[in-house]
């Protein structure tokens, strides 16, 4: 993988699964939910790799801690807005 790649694809995950994880959030109302299909998209993409022999990366693993904590920052923020009375979320 190219650096340039690498380093546009960290803030990349992060803000997609952060975008993916808030969205999940309002429309199901569920604080949690998107970091455990997040947990199993990550199981299901290593063990995909570990299949198909190809061992996984630290690139890829890194990739996938960035989209990890942005799942963690959905939560955190709808957690974080619903204690402070808005309604919405």
Do not use: E
Request: net charge positive.
């Amino acid at each position: 993988m190219n650096i340039l790649q690498f380093i546009v694809a960290i803030p990349l995950f992060l803000v997609l699964f952060f975008g993916i994880g808030f969205i999940l959030n309002m429309l199901i109302k569920t604080t949690w939910l998107p970091l455990i299909l997040y947990i199993l998209l990550v199981v299901g993409t290593v063990i995909y790799l570990i299949v198909n022999q190809r061992v996984p990366q630290t690139t890829d693993y890194v990739m996938l801690i960035s989209g990890l904590i942005g799942a963690l920052a959905s939560g955190w923020t709808i957690k974080t807005l619903r204690a402070k009375g808005y309604g919405m979320f």
